[in-house]
């Protein structure tokens, strides 16, 4: 497959986005503290694949310093009026470059057979992000 602009949004439609992504490269459920509690489905673009058409004003960010770090990595956001979990942004991902994190929920025209081809669940509980955690039943 090869990026292809797709569009999303929050369930009330106040955010709006889109993003060029190539499902090739993957989507990622996560184990660590946060993801698992939000059953998190996602996938990773540079921020110059990124581009917020809507809804900059009603999003609200959070963002935590895991035990043991300086400073946190990740920025949550989420819809103000809805509360649906929005893209957010990493300052340091793969190769040490920041990054785009989109909810794959979000994707209004993705299709179904490719996303769960592109499916990888990722050991964050335990910073181990090249394999998969023992156990994927929960996430």
Not at 19 to 45: E, M, P, Q
Not at 78 to 89: A, D, L, N, Q
């Amino acid at each position: 497959m090869t990026e292809k602009l797709y569009h999303g949004s929050c369930h009330c439609g106040a955010v709006r986005f889109g993003a060029r992504i190539d499902l090739d490269n993957g989507t990622y459920r996560c184990n660590c503290s946060h993801c698992a509690k939000a059953r998190s489905w996602f996938t990773l673009v540079a921020p110059e694949k990124f581009t917020l058409i809507a809804g900059e004003d009603v999003q609200q960010e959070y963002s935590w310093v895991p035990p043991g770090r300086e400073a946190a990595n990740l920025h949550f956001r989420f819809c103000k009026i809805c509360g649906v979990r929005t893209p957010g942004m990493g300052d340091h991902g793969p190769g040490g470059a920041p990054f785009c994190f989109i909810p794959i929920a979000l994707l209004d025209d993705a299709e179904a057979d490719v996303l769960a081809q592109s499916l990888h669940y990722l050991d964050g509980r335990n910073d181990r992000f090249d394999r998969p955690p023992a156990d994927t039943r929960l996430l």
